[in-house]
Structure formats: structure tokens, C-alpha cells
């Protein structure tokens, strides 16, 4: 089957979970790179059915946490937020930057976000 991606805002990432999840699908990874910013992808699967929900945001716009509909989600937010400096909202629970034990902050983070 091919591969489904769609290109969403952020403010409409927990409706979509919340439709994914109510159609059987469960998640499967949580995504980031930096390119012009944060691209974090959201993968969904169901029967070889793959969905990914994708954010294009900078540093500064908050993404609300969808570990009220997935719970094990956090472990990802947490992950994305201490390497890349994403503005993750409202986890289940939050490491605050302590889920690795690294030499710098967010060392994914573009040059580019940095900067601004």
C-alpha cells in the first residue's frame, strides 16, 4: 500500500489523532528533522494501512502533546522537544530537557533556530 501523508497545522493535530485512533489505527512513531525549521511527523498504522500527520512549525509554536490519546506518546514529545527544542504542550509527563544525558542543548536544533 502507499504511504499517505498530509500536512496539517498544529491546531489540528489532536482532532486528527483523536479521528485516527476512533478508526482502530495505533501509533507508531513520532518523527523530527530540522530543515527551515521543525518537520515532525506522526505515523499511524492500521492493517499495512500507513497515515503520517505532518507538522512544518518553528521552534517557537507550541504543539500540544497527543499523549491524552496516546499515552506511550510522551516518550517521543519528550525526545523531540530536549533534541530538536520543540515547544511540546501539555505532555503526560515532561522530563523538563532531563530525558538524556547529553553535553549540549538541543543539539539537533538548525542553526537557523538558533539564531532566531
Known amino acids: 500500500?502507499?504511504?499517505?501523508?498530509?500536512?496539517?497545522?498544529?491546531?489540528e493535530l489532536l482532532a486528527e489523532t483523536l479521528r485516527l485512533k476512533n478508526d482502530g489505527y495505533r501509533?507508531?512513531?513520532?518523527?523530527?528533522?530540522?530543515?527551515?525549521?521543525?518537520?515532525?511527523?506522526?505515523?499511524f498504522d492500521k492493517?499495512?494501512?500507513f497515515i503520517n500527520l505532518r507538522?512544518?512549525?518553528d521552534s517557537e509554536i507550541e504543539v500540544e502533546s497527543i499523549s491524552s490519546i496516546y499515552s506511550y506518546?510522551?516518550?517521543y514529545e519528550n525526545e523531540i522537544k530536549?533534541?530538536?527544542g520543540a515547544?511540546?504542550?501539555?505532555?503526560?509527563?515532561?522530563?523538563n530537557n532531563n530525558l538524556?544525558?547529553?553535553?549540549?542543548?538541543?543539539?539537533?536544533?538548525?542553526?537557523?533556530?538558533?539564531?532566531?
Open 100 to 116: 538524556y544525558k547529553i553535553p549540549v542543548k538541543t543539539p539537533f536544533k538548525t542553526i537557523k533556530e538558533e539564531k532566531v
Open 27 to 43: 501509533l507508531v512513531a513520532i518523527t523530527c528533522t530540522s530543515k527551515d525549521g521543525l518537520e515532525i511527523t506522526y505515523s
Open 55 to 57: 507538522l512544518l512549525v
Open 87 to 95: 515547544n511540546m504542550k501539555d505532555m503526560a509527563v515532561d522530563f
Open 1 to 11: 500500500m502507499e504511504q499517505q501523508i498530509k500536512i496539517i497545522q498544529p491546531s
Open 47 to 49: 492493517e499495512y494501512d
Open 73 to 75: 506518546a510522551f516518550l
Open 82 to 84: 530536549e533534541l530538536f
